[in-house]
């Protein structure tokens, strides 16, 4: 048997020594028509049956290449797809979706409708979609080689490193509009593909520098990058400079070849250069997807995405082959910085967007193949405003939090995976004091604070036997010393569990995301190994929100808050636990009923005494709860419903007098 760290150096040098690979296009859902320069159907009969807002799109000149994609769709099978600039959940419930929408960068998403299983189509226009440009890439690649020889790259930032590989393949390559290939691939007239042909002329004057396209309609959709010619050298000039020396002498010297190739050719080889030599390979547009939430490879086969709005889809890229899924597991590892073996595994990380990577290399360990999941990052942080919109949870309910987090109570949100705990959260730490001091502890940065002052610390693992690994228990003891007003932990799933509890018996308010479907079962986690808090510690915990994703009757898939639950206490004779449901979700109604209206012990007991309400007049509380409930309401009336465009609001309500 061969050594297995032999096997993954040999993946190396074969990446290191190959153009990166893109991934096989798994078959399309339809057999694709001749394209528009083959007989096929004409851009100007397409063209012509766009909608004006799908016109405008296509016409632009990153664009054009979706053109030349609906050319080739079976319209008359299919009909001629949706346009959406933009897409809401109110598409949810479409049966049959047929749509197109933009992702940005000349990219778009076409939803496919597969009408033999439950899972549709997410199928990625990407300039190089019907481009057969290996051969291009190759020598493209050669070229590269050669001229990065006598350069030196002196940036490591992604996205001027982007725009770097941009301008020199701008210079290694020559864009010829008239140029034809023979079926090996070869300008005609040049088998050997050599630059001094007829290519060699276009360089003399037939071509054009691959800057330059010309303008078009719907009939003659030509692309290209849009950059004026004058502003692009300029621009060049300046980038290189920067990050080079010697620009000059190395492409003014004659002995340097260049590439000839057409405008669909170079902007299809240009992206597909940029994709994986900088990005992330075919993942590129799954990330560059906002509505995309999780990203799965399960082993060879499909790449799989849950989607904000269609749920679960199926792409048309996949792996073949072992060897391919792995060279590719292990370039992704590199990118990151934390490269893979056969010794290490496991590789759990954050992508540079913040999106958080689990991948587990090598079949050993992995029947199917080496696997990997991509957890999103979200921009901007959903707020609690959208996730009554989605209908997680209802006005009152968001009031209840606001009234517990502005009194230092703590706070668990429990539930299975994917149930949206992180994401419930996060929305309500608008609800937290606004001059508090918030500690988060996470094991992948995935929280974000609106609070100025906010100490994020995320664990570190170490591999070997280094002892440089700083865990969650580490960090929370550490977290102590800093005279916090409230910690958040990513997740309690250990020890670190004890400590939390010594920090609310303590007096520090502590928030929490957990793993358990139940109060019952989180009781039982939290009180046996490897957890292990006392029993009667455990009514240190407060509240409790159950959350799970569900079937919403006449809705489809959706996240809803079962339960919000209130520890009141241990009772040590019995060895039981009394806590009591103050919100619970009606699945027959898809409503929320506050089954503990003038019952609730938390705001009777804790709240109302210390909002200077008198033993005898506990219940004045719920008006108070009511007055909130509808302060959120014209909030969000007033489509005051970003995360940070709220916890500014509510900063001027507090200052107005509600506390």
Not at 12 to 26: S, T, V, W
Not at 265 to 273: G, I, T, W
Not at 538 to 566: C, F, M, W
Not at 636 to 657: C, P, S, T, W
Request: with cysteine; glycine share 6%.
């Amino acid at each position: 048997m061969k050594d297995p760290e032999e096997a993954v150096e040999r993946f190396r040098r074969q990446k290191n020594e190959k153009p990166d690979e893109d991934l096989k296009m798994e078959a399309l859902p339809f057999d694709p028509l001749p394209g528009p320069d083959n007989g096929g159907r004409s851009r100007k009969q397409v063209y012509a049956r766009l909608s004006p807002e799908f016109k405008e799109f296509v016409d632009r000149e990153e664009n054009r290449h979706i053109l030349d994609y609906l050319c080739r769709v079976p319209l008359e099978e299919i009909g001629i797809p949706e346009f959406y600039p933009h897409i809401s959940r109110a598409l949810k419930n479409k049966r049959f979706p047929n749509l197109i929408y933009p992702i940005g960068g000349g990219l778009a998403v076409h939803i496919y409708p597969d009408n033999e299983d439950m899972r549709n189509y997410y199928i990625p226009i990407e300039p190089s979609i019907f481009q057969n440009v290996d051969s291009l890439l190759t020598d493209v690649e050669r070229v590269l080689v050669d001229v990065v020889q006598d350069l030196e790259v002196n940036t490591k930032d992604p996205e001027e490193r982007k725009r770097l590989l941009k301008e020199v393949l701008e210079k290694v390559c020559i864009v010829n509009e008239t140029l034809e290939r023979n079926p090996e691939g070869n300008p005609e007239g040049n088998p050997e593909g050599n630059p001094e042909g007829k290519a060699g002329e276009a360089k003399r004057g037939k071509g054009k520098k691959s800057g330059e396209t010309k303008k078009s309609n719907g009939e003659e959709a030509e692309q290209g990058d849009g950059e004026k010619s004058g502003e692009k050298d300029e621009n060049a000039k300046g980038l290189l400079n920067k990050c080079f020396r010697n620009v000059g002498r190395v492409f003014n010297n004659k002995n340097k070849q260049q590439v000839q190739v057409t405008p669909e050719e170079f902007r299809a080889v240009k992206y597909l250069m940029i994709r994986d030599k900088v990005g992330m390979g075919v993942l590129e547009p799954l990330l560059a997807d906002t509505n995309i939430e999780d990203i799965s490879c399960s082993g060879l086969g499909r790449i799989f995405v849950e989607h904000k709005v269609f749920s679960a889809l199926k792409t048309t890229n996949s792996f073949q082959e072992m060897e391919e899924l792995n060279s590719f597991v292990i370039q992704m590892s590199e990118k990151v910085g934390k490269p893979i073996t056969y010794r290490d595994p496991i590789v759990d990380t954050a992508l540079p967007d913040g999106s958080r990577i689990n991948i587990v290399f090598g079949e050993d360990v992995s029947k199917r193949g080496s696997n990997f999941t991509i957890r999103k990052f979200m921009g901007t942080p959903i707020s609690i405003l959208e996730l009554i919109e989605f209908g997680t949870l209802d006005y009152t309910m968001a009031a209840y939090m606001w009234m517990m987090l502005r009194a230092g109570m703590n706070c668990f949100v429990s539930g299975e995976t994917a149930s949206g705990k992180t994401t419930m959260m996060n929305a309500v730490t608008t609800f937290l004091p606004p001059n508090s001091k918030i500690v988060s502890i996470e094991d992948t940065p995935e929280l974000q604070v609106p609070h100025k002052n906010w100490t994020r610390e995320v664990t570190r693992t170490s591999r070997e036997e280094s002892n440089s690994e700083v865990s969650m228990f580490d960090l929370l003891k550490a977290a102590l010393r800093q005279r916090p007003n409230e910690i958040i932990i990513g997740e309690i799933r250990g020890v670190e569990g004890n400590i939390a509890f010594q920090a609310m018996q303590t007096g520090h308010p502590v928030m929490s995301t957990f793993h358990a479907a139940s109060v019952e079962k989180l009781i039982q986690r939290l009180t046996g190994d490897p957890i292990s808090v006392p029993k009667n510690y455990v009514d240190n915990l407060n509240v409790v929100l159950i959350q799970s994703a569900v079937n919403v009757p006449g809705k489809g898939l959706g996240r809803r808050v079962l339960t919000v639950n209130e520890i009141v206490g241990y009772d040590s004779i019995n060895q039981a636990f009394n806590f009591m449901d103050i919100f619970k979700w009606d699945p027959a109604t898809d409503t929320f009923k506050f089954t503990g209206k003038n019952n609730s012990y938390l705001l009777e007991q804790k709240i109302a005494p210390r909002m200077g309400i008198p033993e005898n007049q506990a219940r004045r509380i719920y008006a108070e709860l009511d007055k909130r409930a509808k302060i959120l309401k014209k909030i969000h009336q007033a489509k005051i419903i970003n995360f940070y465009d709220l916890f500014d609001m509510l900063i001027r309500v507090e200052e107005a007098g509600v506390t």
